[in-house]
């Protein structure tokens, strides 16, 4: 079982080439597309589900199905990098136990 500590919905526009500001300081906006970014949060996990998550996001992209607050269900292909954990102890039956455990998963 993957505990599921939080998510993060972020919207990211993508700007064009004449995004900026031009000679009078007015802000040129240029947005070519949106995509959505998910930070996600786990809470600690041992081993062995840390070695599920990892291996599910670990194709270069995935197919996620997810909550978005301003469309409804979604499902949409999406990548994960930098997947970071911290070891935080062995239990009585001598099983490993991770924590800190967060990744994105980013709209392609």
């Keep these: 079982m993957i505990g599921l500590g939080g998510v993060k919905w972020t919207r ?33 996990l041992t081993s062995t589900s840390l070695s599920t998550l990892l291996n599910l996001i670990y194709p270069e992209y995935v197919h996620v199905r997810y909550s978005d607050p301003m469309l409804g269900t979604r499902t949409v292909w999406m990548y994960s990098n930098n997947n970071p954990a911290v070891f935080s102890h062995y239990d009585l039956q001598s099983q490993e136990w991770w924590k800190e455990i967060t990744f994105p998963l980013i709209e392609v």
């Design 12 to 44: 990211n526009d993508v700007d064009g080439p004449n995004a900026g500001r031009n000679i009078e300081g007015t802000m040129e906006r240029d947005r070519v597309a949106t995509k959505i970014r998910l930070d996600i949060t786990c809470t600690m």
